[in-house]
């Protein structure tokens, strides 16, 4: 088992009052598998991404990733837990405008210590696996929608994480550039890469082995 999620509460402060956004929620995704999270907006689903992922913390309940409860990390061990495991991919990017696309996608090895020649190959060799090798030395202003989604699915898979977490990756794109995406969601999943993908899109939520949908603060399987 990857992960498992136990009884997992998450409040958020309210005025003088505190509101269950999650509640008693039970999830298992085992290693290899891929997972989408349907939902109506503001439900929940972003911040269910960001437990898992270790940025967020929950108010009760357990979560485990290959057996460690990750409630009992201290910061700087979720910060470690993050940068070895986790790979993350949103709706906006989060690109560095500052930063060319080789520079962007290296900044994860770089965390890692790795070193020069070995980013340097690495690097190169995402961006021939993600068709965009000519990119590599554009600034990310230059680049279309679709090649700064594939530049930020490169910074999150250059590391080989064991689980990448998506929040609608598809969302600001249009029908050709989301089919190209959900091809290299393929891919990655063929290559054994688990993931986890938050979308309100059916296209998108039927590419992944199952769906679940966030309601009433807790999670159903659909498939």
Do not use: W
Not at 128 to 140: G, H, S
Request: net charge neutral; hydrophobic share 35%; charged share 25%.
């Amino acid at each position: 088992m990857l992960i498992e999620l136990a009884g997992i509460t998450k409040c958020y402060k309210n005025g003088s009052q505190y509101v269950n956004i999650l509640e008693d929620l039970n999830l298992k995704i085992h290693e290899g598998e891929s997972i989408a999270i349907k939902g109506k907006s503001g439900c929940g689903k972003s911040t269910l991404l960001n437990i898992i992922g270790g940025l967020l913390p929950f108010d009760k309940g357990v979560m485990l990733f290959n057996g460690t409860d990750i409630s009992k990390l201290t910061e700087n061990q979720r910060a470690e837990y993050r940068k070895k495991n986790i790979g993350f991919v949103t709706q906006n990017f989060h690109l560095l405008d500052d930063r060319n696309v080789f520079e962007n996608i290296a900044l994860p090895l770089q965390y890692l210590g790795m070193p020069k020649h070995q980013i340097k190959a690495r690097v190169e060799e995402i961006l021939y696996d993600l068709d965009i090798e000519y990119t590599i030395k554009r600034e990310i202003s230059t680049l279309s929608g679709g090649e700064r989604q594939r530049v930020a699915i490169g910074r999150a898979i250059v590391k080989r994480p064991l689980l990448l977490l998506a929040d609608e990756p598809t969302g600001s794109l249009d029908e050709q550039t989301e089919e190209s995406i959900l091809k290299i969601f393929s891919s990655l999943h063929q290559q054994g890469v688990t993931l986890v993908i938050v979308t309100h899109d059916d296209t998108v939520a039927k590419s992944c082995q199952h769906i679940y949908k966030l309601q009433h603060k807790e999670l159903h399987s659909v498939s």
